[in-house]
C-alpha cells in the first residue's frame, strides 16, 4: 500500500511538473476569481441596498415632511379664513340685521347651496384665495344653527351628532379649532369664530364654523405627487387603524398599523404640536411600497452587476495575457540562462524540456548555485587580497591629508613669517631716520653746553640751536607715529590670523590694516588699490580669516596677474544685501584660461610653479570662506579680461546705521 501511495505521489509530481505556468494560471484564475467574485459581488450588492435605501428613505421622510407642512398649511389657513370673514363688514351687518329674525326659536334652517351663496359671505373673486370647507355654518348666539351654507351638490349632509352635541360642545371651549370624531368612527376639523374674531367663550353675538370631514376625499384634494407611488393615510392613535387614506383602492379604511408596516414604509408623527384641541389622537403617515423600493434597489444592484462583471473580464483578459506574455519570457529567460552557464561556467548543455517554466528554472538554478558555490571559494581567497591591498591605500591616504594639512598650515605660517619680515624692513625706515635725528640733536645740544660753559655762546647760536631741536623732535615724532602705526596694525592683523576668534569688527578698519601690512609688497611696484567700503560696516565674524584672504588675493595679483604689467588696479568693494556680505575683488591683470579657473581651488595647483608658488594659497582661501566664514566664493575670469573674485558670507548682525 505504501509502495503504491508514492507511485502515486510520484505520479502526481510528475504531472503537475508538466503542466505548463500558463494551465495553472488559468485553474488558479478561474477558481479564486470565481470565489472573488461571489464574494465580492455579495458585499458590493448588501452595501450599495443599504447605501441606496438610506438615500431613498431620506429622500422619502422629506417627502413626508412635505405632506405633513402642506396639512399643516391647510389648517391653518382655513384657521385663517374663518377669522378673516367673521371681521368682514357685510359678515357684521348681516348678523346685526339677523338679531331680530333670531329672537323666536329657530324654525327650518336656512340652506344655502353653490348657486345661491350666502349674501354674508365674501365674493366668488375673494373666496379664490379662502380655504373652501366643505360645510360653513351660521350660529346664533345660543349657539343654535341658523343657515347652513355646503359649497358642493352631493356633498353629505352633517348628521344630528355633529351639530347637537359636538358643536355645541366645541363652542363651549376656548379653542377654536378642533379634530374631533362622531360615534360611527368619522373625524371632522371644525374651525369657529365669533364675530370679529371673538372666541366662542367670551359671548358672541354670532358664530362662523367650518367643518371638514378628514376622510378620503379630503386627501386626495391636496396630495402631492412624489416620484415614487406614496400614499397618505390618517390613522386613529387609539385603534392604530386607518380611518382616511389618499387611495382607499390599495389602502383601505380600517387597516390596522401592524398590517401596514408588513408592506409599507411609514414617515409620520402625530398631532401633538398643534396648539388646539385634538379629542382623537391622530397620526399622519406617508406610505411607500416596499416592493418599489426593492425593485428600484434591485434595478441598481443588477445594472452594478453588469458593469462589474464587464470590468473582471475584461481584467481577466488582461491578466491571462500578461501570464502568457510572462511564461514566454521565463522560457527564453531560462534557454539564455543555460547558454549563460555554458559560456561563463563552461557546464554542460542541458536542454529545457516542456512543463512548469518556473520549476524548471528552479532546477536550473540549483544546478548553477552549486557550480557558484565552488567558484565562490576561489573568489574569497582574492577578495581577502584586495581587502589588504585597500588597507594599505586607505593608511596612504590618511598619510597624504595630513601632509596636506601639514602643508596648509605651513603656507598660512609662512605667509604669517612674510609679513613680519615685510613690516620690520617697513620698520627699520622711521626708526633709522628717528635714531638719525636724536643723535643729531644730541651732538648739537653737547656743542650749545659748551659754549655756554666756555661763555661764547651767542644769541644767533641760541636761536640756530632752537631750530635744530624744534626741526629734530618734530622729524623724531613723525618717524615714531609711523612706526607705532606699523607696529599696531601687524599687531592685530597677527592676533587675528592666529587665534582666529570670532567678534565684531569694523570691515573698512580691517581691510586698511591689510592693506598697511602688505604695503612692503605694494610699494615696490605702481599698482593702485581702490577700496570701496562703507566706513561704518561692522561684521560679526573672523577678522583673521577675512585679512588671510584679502591678502592672499593680493599676493596673487602680484605674483600671477600683474606679472610683466607695471600700472595694474586692484578694486575692493564690499557691501550688505539681505543681511549677508558682498565682497568683490577685482584686477585687470592678465586673467586666466577656462581650464585653470576650473581647477584654481584645487590644492597643490598653480601656474607659477617655477617662480615659487605653492598652489596653496587659493585651496587657503576656499576652506576659510567655506568652513570659517561659512559662505560661498565664485571666479570669474578671461584671458585678457582680469580676474574677479565674489564672496558671499553672513554678517552674523543687523547694520548699525
Known sequence: MSGTGSGLRGLGERLWRRTTLTTKALLVSVSMGGTFWFL???????QITQIFRQEQLKGLEIQAQHDRILFDGYIRKQE?????????TVFSEWVEAAQ?????PPGDTTRWVAEMRPEWLPPQSVMRGLVAAPHILLLDKQKRLREIYEQEEGTPSLSREILETLLPRMLASDESTHILADSKGTTYLINASGVNGQRPTIGSKAFLVFVVALDNDFLTMFQTRPNLNSIVALINGDSNQVFASSQPERVQVGWSLEQLQKDYELFGKRFLDYNFSIDVPVYFATLVPKDDINRISSSIVASERRQRAMSYGALAAVFFSLVLLMTRRLLHFAEGMIDAAVTELQLPRQDVVSGDQLMIMGERFQWMIREIVQSRSREAERQDELQASNEALQRTLTMVKETQAQLVESEKMASLGNLVAGIAHEINTPVGSGVTAASYLRQESQRCAAQFASGTLRKSDLDHYFQDVVDSTQMILQNLNRAAELVRSFKQVAVDR?????????LHECIQQTLVSL??????????????????LEVNSFPGAFSQILSNFIINSLMHGFRDIADGEIIVQAEIQEEDILFRYSDNGHGMEEQDRQRIFEPFFTTARGRGGS????????????QTLQGTIQCTSSPGRGTLHEIRFPSGLELYP
Open 40 to 46: 465580492a459581488d455579495w458585499w458590493q450588492t448588501v
Open 80 to 88: 385663517q379664513s374663518v377669522r378673516l370673514i367673521s371681521f368682514l
Open 100 to 104: 331680530n329674525r333670531w329672537t323666536i
Open 498 to 506: 592666529s587665534h582666529e576668534q570670532q567678534r565684531l569688527f569694523n
Open 519 to 536: 604695503r612692503p609688497h605694494l610699494k615696490k611696484t605702481h599698482h593702485t588699490v581702490t577700496v570701496r567700503c562703507p566706513e561704518v
Open 615 to 626: 598652489g596653496l594659497g587659493m585651496h587657503i582661501v576656499y576652506n576659510l570662506v567655506t
